[in-house]
């Protein structure tokens, strides 16, 4: 079955530190990933995606991700955080072929702290 | 240009009831995803509509049905209300070219009560 883990359920940081949110899925075939974030009393938004090409995605606001087929990862990071990036950040799959629905993991909630 | 629409904000129902949650999708689109987001957990896909009919399901039982109208504005009904209902239920529109690839923007979301 399909499925989305993301390793670290709260993640405390001070501004300015680096952060590496995980995400590892399991999923048949080619896929696409995403990861979307939450801000505090906002709808989900599309932070970055992957479909296909150069493995490092860039995405808004500083992120960027990862993909790296063999370890089935989508780690998101970005070098410095602010204290605006406290949010809850969700990484997702789906299937590359056809139209198949997103998959979503927990979710990271991701406190930042002057 | 407006973004999702959900209709209302908040929702308390007892159990048994029935309940109607609306989505007006994103100007230009014409498919709507619903999502079902419980307390601590990820979004999980309900079901798609595109030309006002169902092309995709997940794994939720037929109390939950939904409707397109024509001008692909969107509704999640759901029956015989349980505890386990309680919970934020998000839409989600994209345009239809029925591809994966399809960059879905979400609404603010309903959040539904059972007691």
């Known amino acids: 079955a399909q499925s989305v883990s993301q390793h670290n359920h709260h993640v405390i940081l001070s501004e300015a530190a680096s952060l590496e949110l995980g995400c590892n899925y399991s999923?048949?075939?080619?896929?696409?990933l995403f990861w979307y974030v939450q801000y505090p009393g906002q709808h989900l938004q599309l932070l970055l995606k992957?479909?296909?090409?150069?493995?490092l995605v860039k995405g808004i606001k500083g992120f960027e991700a990862e993909f790296i087929k063999s370890k089935f990862s989508f780690n998101l990071r970005k070098p410095s955080v602010q204290w605006s990036d406290t949010a809850e950040y969700f990484c997702a799959v789906n299937g590359h072929s056809g139209n198949t629905p997103l998959v979503f993991g927990k979710g990271t909630r991701l406190s930042v702290i002057a | 240009d407006a973004g999702v629409t959900q209709s209302p904000t908040h929702l308390i129902k007892t159990r048994g009831q029935q309940v109607t949650l609306r989505c007006s999708p994103k100007s230009g689109h014409d498919t709507v995803s619903w999502y079902q987001q419980a307390l601590g957990q990820g979004p999980q896909f309900i079901f798609q509509y595109y030309e006002e009919e169902e092309r995709q399901r997940g794994n939720f039982p037929d109390r939950f049905s939904g409707h397109q109208f024509p001008n692909y504005s969107s509704e999640l009904n759901v029956n015989a209300l349980l505890l386990g209902d309680s919970a934020l239920y998000l839409c989600a529109s994209s345009l239809g070219t029925g591809l994966s690839t399809d960059t879905q923007y979400f609404g603010p979301g309903t959040r539904l009560t059972v007691l």
């Open positions: 992957y479909f296909s090409g150069d493995p």
């Open positions: 999923y048949g075939g080619t896929v696409n």
